[in-house]
């Protein structure tokens, strides 16, 4: 069974400027997470999808950040702009329901912000 | 923020029993217990979960003591590829939007 795939795995931009990440979760999970993880720290939940409408965005920097899943499988995560303390890694994890004991996760996108 | 307690770091000598301790002293009943490990450079990997009853399986095992203040992951015998950061996480399944909560975790080294 293919795991939750993310691109780009790495990324390098100047602050200010915008990035996109992208996540494929596993066939038929309906529930998919991104979650930021700062060097040192757990990961921290950005957003929640059930299909392709939002659970839980509370925790997202509306300001700047946006996500979707318009067609319920494939998600993007946008940056714009970008700030130094945006540096992170991006993990996209997916579960197949908001119930479900095990999510699984990708290997994440490195984005350092210069 | 998470509802859990970990020391941030442990060691342990391969082939040894590597016991890794949380503290969950404000669980709800309907709340379980739930461990994932994090290999460097890769995402976190569920390990094991339970209610109150300990659990076992191929990876590892839950100790929940009675109270269900607290619990214990116990990785049998530890080997260099058990180097990674245990998270102990409670989590309620009967409502929706339950995200996993992520604290910082306990850094357990395995060493030859």
């Known amino acids: 069974e293919a795991g939750v795939a993310q691109s780009p795995r790495y990324k390098i931009i100047e602050k200010r400027q915008s990035v996109a990440f992208w996540c494929n979760p596993i066939s038929g999970h309906a529930t998919l997470y991104w979650y930021q993880q700062i060097l040192g720290q757990g990961p921290k939940l950005l957003i929640q999808?059930?299909?392709?409408?939002?659970?839980?965005d509370s925790q997202l920097p509306k300001d700047r950040f946006s996500a979707e899943r318009l067609k319920g499988v494939d998600s993007t995560l946008k940056i714009q702009p970008a700030k130094l303390e945006d540096s992170a890694v991006y993990l996209c994890a997916s579960s197949l329901s908001q119930a479900s004991t095990e999510a699984f996760f990708g290997q994440g996108t490195r984005l350092t912000v210069v | 923020d998470a509802k859990t307690t970990q020391p941030p770091s442990m060691d342990c000598a391969e082939g040894r029993a590597a016991n890794l301790p949380c503290n969950h002293s404000?669980?709800?009943?309907?709340?379980?217990v739930y461990w994932y490990r994090q290999i460097h450079s890769q995402g976190p990997q569920y390990i094991i979960h339970g209610l109150k009853n300990n659990e076992t399986n191929e990876m590892a095992s839950l100790i929940i003591t009675e109270d269900r203040k607290s619990s214990t992951l116990i990785l049998p015998h530890a080997t260099l590829r058990d180097t990674a950061v245990y998270y102990c996480i409670v989590r309620s399944t009967n409502q929706a939007g339950t995200a996993l909560i992520f604290g910082k975790g306990t850094t357990l080294s395995v060493s030859s």
């Open positions: 404000t669980i709800s009943g309907n709340e379980y």
């Open positions: 999808f059930q299909n392709n409408g939002v659970v839980d």
